[in-house]
């Protein structure tokens, strides 16, 4: 489930790491002012925190981009990854236990387990987009009303597109579970299955749905999370362990901070960006700078921004029978929402 902190991403070379650090520290240096108004870490030791992510998913490229930039140390951080390859319910545990002290990972996932009472808050994001369905062409499936009685084709019955692309059926008109068919193929094997007639759409990540698409002929694309009055949403969050907000919200401050400054540099160096991620991945760095180039890395809410946008997504999985026709959207919103940069 889990892999050493040492094996969680390539070597660097020393004298780029050492510049970095160096101009974290003056970075440090310059914030000392701050520190009191705006309750950032003291200056001194580096506060070391245990940060749980996904080494696959490109669209998580904030996390090695503070670490190769300096930004968490910046920031008062020493930062291990730890890359975790379970289910959302055992990384949430792993941070409401304390094993972990944050994770980031994918709203449309996460809201489900902490449904379940974790003790996580979400205090911040990072960026919008990451999933996509597309339509198989010479199965007339060229639009959403076009699924009905039709398969798509999934890696994971419990994935973030699954849960998103739901909602956008039901407000479509169609009814997710009775009109349309949703079947599990390995990730590599979705293309085939539009191929062979198994399925008739796919919905999935990038890069994954965008190497597909390369090698697949006949793909359009029908929709995404950014799709109409989700073109501003955010997508990827941060979720820290409630007893970190509670007992050193500066410390929780920090990592947020550090995310939105990463993300920043996300969207406006997204070259050098898929440069310093390559290491993590196998797809060539022409592609990944393709897909982070989709991704809306300057739109990373917090505070009662962030809120407010988890509340509709507990409204819109509500709607679709992911969250408990019980569960109240704005008081589950305000309870795992955690305010740290006000």
Known sequence: MFTSPAHTGPARGLSRRQLLRAAGAAGMVGAAGLAAGRGALAAGPLREIKLAWN???????????????????????KVDLVNFSGSTDQLLESIATSKADAGVGMIHRWLKPLESGFDVKLVGSSHGGCSRLVG???????????????????????????????VLLVKSGLDPEKDVNWRQFPGDMLGVAVEKGEAHAIADGDPNLFLIERRTKG?????????????????????????????????????????????????????????????????????????LGTLTHKHHPSGNALRQEIEFYARDFKLVGVLKPSTDPARFAAHVHGDVLS
Do not use: M, Q
Request: glycine share 6%.
């Open 136 to 166: 198989y062409a010479p199965a007339g499936v060229t639009s959403l009303k076009a699924l009905k009685g039709k398969t798509i084709a999934v890696s994971d019955l419990n994935s973030p597109g699954k849960n998103f692309f739901s």
């Open 55 to 77: 080494a696959n998913a490109v669209c998580l490229s904030a996390v090695p981009v503070a670490i190769e930039r300096g930004i968490f140390e910046k920031h008062g951080l």
């Open 219 to 291: 793909l359009v694309e029908l929709a995404t999370n950014l799709s109409g009055e989700y073109a501003t949403k955010t997508c990827c969050v941060l979720g820290v362990s409630g007893k970190l907000v509670r007992t050193e919200k500066p410390v929780a401050a920090a990592l947020a901070r550090s995310i939105n400054e990463a993300s920043d540099f996300i969207a406006n160096y997204p070259n050098e960006t898929a440069k310093i991620y390559s290491p993590y991945s196998k797809v060539p760095v022409e592609d990944l700078r393709a897909v």
